[in-house]
């Protein structure tokens, strides 16, 4: 079709150049308003399925720099980020801000700043996550300021987790309510309060753990010390 009429046809047209964004395809994306100057589309809105998944907001292509790079601000729904590449099972559902380049297996770099309200990182569950994570096809990086809930629970955690190779992370965990737990674990009945330190390393499918939990309420059945504090050294979980 024609936008402005040239001249009566028939005459040809020569095209020397065309948009392109190494492998990513219009056909996946969700229909939106753009505009495009200076090597640079700006999508407003985005608003539909992409990646299998649910996405309201809007985001630029910026063609500009090798490999281009690229930016999201809105809501997603059940994103699982092997629809993505990194081989790494997921379920988001929230606020994200995205910045990424590249779209090959040798290029593909991300960091979110999310707020999420549901979350499922394989078979780990959270009720909200909010934080900064850098993540590529090999691995996931969460950076300082990421934390999550899970009921009563509250964890921060820093440091680098590959999904085909190993894990060191470090952080803290505040338990408000230990019944949360109870039959979850060994001990059938749990409740009280408590705060614990931990690291974990070692082979991503089975880490080793160290750490210490203290308490001035936990009980279990049969039990219920003034204080408790733990000290854990475990080679595998």
């Known amino acids: 079709g024609q936008i402005v009429p040239v001249r009566l046809p ?5 095209i020397d150049r065309a948009l392109r964004d190494e492998g990513t395809s219009y056909h996946y994306m969700a229909p939106s308003d753009y505009s495009y100057a200076d090597k ?20 630029e292509l910026d063609l500009n720099s090798k490999p281009p790079s690229y930016a999201y601000t809105g809501t997603v729904k059940h994103l699982d980020l092997r629809q993505i590449g990194p081989e790494l099972k997921t379920d988001f559902t929230g606020g994200v801000h ?5 779209f090959t297996a040798k290029e593909l770099n991300m960091a979110i700043d999310g707020n999420l309200d ?59 309510d230990l019944t949360d737990f109870g039959g979850q674990i060994f001990l ?12 974990a390393t070692g082979n991503t499918a089975d880490f080793g753990f160290t750490g210490a939990f203290h308490s001035d309420s936990c009980w279990t059945k049969g039990l219920q010390p003034e204080c408790l504090s733990i000290q854990a050294d475990l080679k595998s979980l």
């Open 10 to 14: 028939p005459y040809f047209v020569t």
């Open 40 to 59: 640079v589309v700006k999508l407003t809105p985005i608003k539909g399925d992409i990646f299998k998944a649910a996405f309201d907001g809007s985001g």
């Open 98 to 102: 995205l910045q990424g380049s590249g």
């Open 118 to 176: 549901s979350v499922r990182i394989e078979t780990y569950y959270f009720d909200k996550v909010s934080g900064p994570v850098k993540l590529d096809l090999k691995a996931i990086e969460f950076l300082p300021g990421f934390q999550g809930r899970y009921k009563n629970t509250y964890v921060t955690a820093t440091g680098e987790l590959e999904y085909q190779g190993n894990l060191d992370v470090t952080g803290s965990a505040r338990f408000d």
């Open 188 to 199: 059938k009945e749990l409740g009280g309060r408590g705060k614990a330190d931990f690291h």
